[in-house]
Nanobody
Framework: QVQLVESGGGLVQPGGSLRLSCAAS????????MGWYRQAPGSQRELVAR???????IYADSVKGRFTISRDSAKNTVDLQMNSLKPEDTAVYYC?????????WGEGTRVTVSS
């Protein structure tokens, strides 16, 4: 089993920044991939960014150039740096990892971008 705990969400003004962190109960290098997803009210959950064990990254077109996904082996976390936030980034953000072929999800952290 894998436990994931997200943190770093909150209320921020448009143009501001937030850094989300997902702490894992196992070594991050035991996962095939780690990623951040988000779900806005009335919408389906969507991929925001993903990083593989080989450090390959994928970003949604809507966040390219603004968001950066990274791993911190010392803290055993996968982080999402979000800059130039827009109201349309408002959502609950979820961390997901793939371990031995199984998806594990965190409970989410809410991000609200509003003036």
């Amino acid at each position: 089993q894998v436990q994931l705990v997200e943190s770093g969400g909150g209320l921020v003004q448009p143009g501001g920044s937030l850094r989300l962190s997902c702490a894992a109960s196992r070594s991050i290098f035991s996962f095939n991939a780690m990623g951040w997803y988000r779900q806005a009210p009335g919408s389906q959950r969507e991929l925001v960014a993903r990083i593989t064990t080989g450090s390959s990254t994928i970003y949604a077109d809507s966040v390219k150039g603004r968001f950066t996904i990274s791993r911190d082996s010392a803290k055993n976390t996968v982080d999402l740096q979000m800059n130039s936030l827009k109201p349309e980034d408002t959502a609950v953000y979820y961390c997901k990892v793939v371990w031995v072929g199984v998806d594990f999800w965190g409970e989410g952290t809410r991000v609200t971008v509003s003036s």
